[in-house]
């Protein structure tokens, strides 16, 4: 197991993420493909050292969402990645950095559920350009640029392009997406959300 509070560059030997949307559990394997939550070099405007921190709410005001952390994804006994408890919350999967370290910090959020569409949903009109705005449990707020928005198959998932090692503080955001297979009750795609770092809201930083 690697640990998002060092600059390492440890393979992930077996991990399997699952997101459960439309009410069925849907997973894609990350398997010995050498993936790391690591830190590369970085321009020296932005090398300073930020201190991890729990994200406590999300808000993207260009598509509506806001929303309250959960808590942290961890993996289980099977190697399963789980999933947010909640449909109106989402989740940091902790074995990646906290939002505004180095490295991409992963949040995953349900798209829709038995009962109707859920936090993410919004997510397919997210533009380049819009801002997600993540509280952080220390009073901070950071801010991030969207750059991508991608939807990739599951079955030829970019592991490297979502997971590996980027010059800079980044965010993705998961959920499901494609066309949903009833009789498989699974989504053909994932809906990935590429950020860079923008700033430091210090007008909310203060007040904490």
Do not use: C
């Given at each position: 197991m690697f640990s998002f509070l060092r600059p390492i560059r440890k393979?992930?030997?077996?991990?399997?993420?699952?997101?459960?949307?439309?009410?069925?559990?849907?997973?894609?394997?990350?398997?010995?493909v050498g993936l790391a939550f690591?830190?590369?070099?970085?321009?020296?405007?932005?090398?300073?050292?930020?201190e991890p921190s729990l994200p406590v709410f999300i808000r993207v005001l260009a598509?509506?969402?806001?929303?309250?952390?959960?808590?942290?994804?961890?993996?289980d006994s099977t190697g399963l990645m789980?999933?947010?408890k909640g449909f109106d919350t989402v989740a940091w999967y902790k074995h990646s950095p906290t939002p505004g370290e180095i490295g991409p910090s992963v949040i995953v959020g349900h798209v829709d559920s038995e009962t109707g569409p859920e936090v993410f949903q919004p997510l397919k009109d997210i533009k380049d350009g819009d801002l997600i705005e993540i509280g952080r449990e220390d009073g901070s707020t950071?801010?991030?640029?969207?750059?991508?928005?991608?939807?990739?198959?599951?079955?030829?998932?970019?592991?490297e392009k979502v997971f590996g090692d980027v010059d800079g503080s980044e965010l993705r955001l998961i959920t499901c997406g494609g066309v949903f297979d009833h009789s498989d009750r699974s989504y053909s795609?994932?809906?990935?959300?590429?950020?860079?770092?923008?700033?430091?809201?210090?007008k909310e930083s203060d007040q904490g």
């Open positions: 393979p992930i030997a077996v991990l399997l993420l699952g997101v459960l949307m439309g009410g069925s559990s849907t997973y894609f394997w990350l398997d010995q690591g830190r590369t070099d970085y321009p020296e405007e932005t090398s300073r050292s930020v598509v509506g969402i806001e929303a309250e952390f959960e808590t942290p994804l961890d993996l789980e999933v947010p950071a801010v991030f640029e969207v750059y991508r928005l991608s939807y990739h198959s599951k079955k030829r998932f970019p592991f795609h994932n809906l990935v959300v590429y950020a860079k770092f923008l700033h430091w809201d210090q």
